[in-house]
């Protein structure tokens, strides 16, 4: 019943934005962290931004920090992370997962969370 689907992703031009988005549904979205994490060819998975259930808490990966931000639309059931400044280092298959563990701390480890969405491609290139 669990399903996270991202969407958003795509090709742009070094400098631009792009906003992907995640669709949760099956549990209770509003009780949970959240997490982005990305993936490019060749390398592990990395985490990328974390939000915790009321958005009163993010965190990012040093890489990201300044040019992306997470938030979340519990209303909507939705996580998203808008990416600004694009790099062509930033070009990766974006995935959402969820944190469903009974705590108050945002984690950074792919094994920490429970539900991944199944990626959405992002491509930064001239």
């Known amino acids: 019943q669990v399903q996270l689907v991202e969407s958003g992703g795509g090709l742009v031009q070094p400098g631009g934005s792009l906003r992907l988005s995640c669709a949760a549904s099956g549990f209770t979205f509003s009780s949970y962290a959240m997490g982005w994490f990305r993936q490019a060819p060749g390398k592990e998975r990395e985490f990328v931004a974390a939000?915790?259930?009321?958005?009163?808490?993010?965190d990012y990966t040093d890489s990201v920090k300044g040019r992306f931000t997470i938030s979340r639309d519990n209303a909507k059931n939705t996580v998203y992370l808008q990416m600004n400044s694009l790099k062509p280092d930033d070009t990766a298959v974006y995935y959402c997962?969820?944190?469903?563990?009974?705590?108050?701390?945002?984690?950074?480890?792919?094994?920490?969370?429970?539900?991944w969405g199944q990626g959405t491609q992002v491509t930064v290139s001239s």
């Open positions: 997962a969820a944190d469903l563990g009974r705590h108050t701390i945002l984690r950074r480890t792919t094994h920490d969370y429970d539900y």
């Open positions: 939000i915790n259930w009321s958005s009163y808490s993010t």
